[in-house]
């Protein structure tokens, strides 16, 4: 079962890409910005994993539902997968969330 963790980041950026569409909240409101954004956090990210990797911070554990296949030393491919994942849900929960605290404060001044 060594695919099991990429599929699961797959269906989960699915996901988060459906409820996203579903509202408008990052990619369907503004592609251009929200293809910036996911590739800055990405890269952002990765340049972390990268400091923590040549501090020996960050090591790859033993997962049998992992790929196994490794696009750096210490780096599986999961993590760029996992990081895209981390930077649409939490972009698709702060738009979200700045739309109904906008539409609560519109409620009240109403």
Not at 9 to 16: E, P, Q, R, S, T
Not at 38 to 51: E, H, Y
Not at 78 to 105: D, N
Request: hydrophobic share 60%; glycine share 8%.
């Amino acid at each position: 079962m060594p695919l099991v963790y990429l599929l699961c980041l797959l269906l989960g950026i699915a996901c988060m890409l459906l409820l996203d569409a579903r509202f408008r909240l990052f990619f369907w409101r503004d592609p251009i910005a929200a293809a910036a954004v996911t590739l800055a956090g990405t890269v952002f990210f990765l340049l972390w994993d990268a400091a923590g990797i040549a501090l020996g911070v960050f090591l790859v554990g033993d997962g049998s539902i992992m790929t196994g296949i490794m696009i750096a030393p210490e780096l599986p491919l999961e993590e760029p997968v996992f990081l895209v994942f981390l930077v649409i849900c939490t972009m698709v929960l702060f738009t979200g969330a700045e739309r109904v605290l906008r539409a609560r404060k519109r409620r009240e001044e109403a």
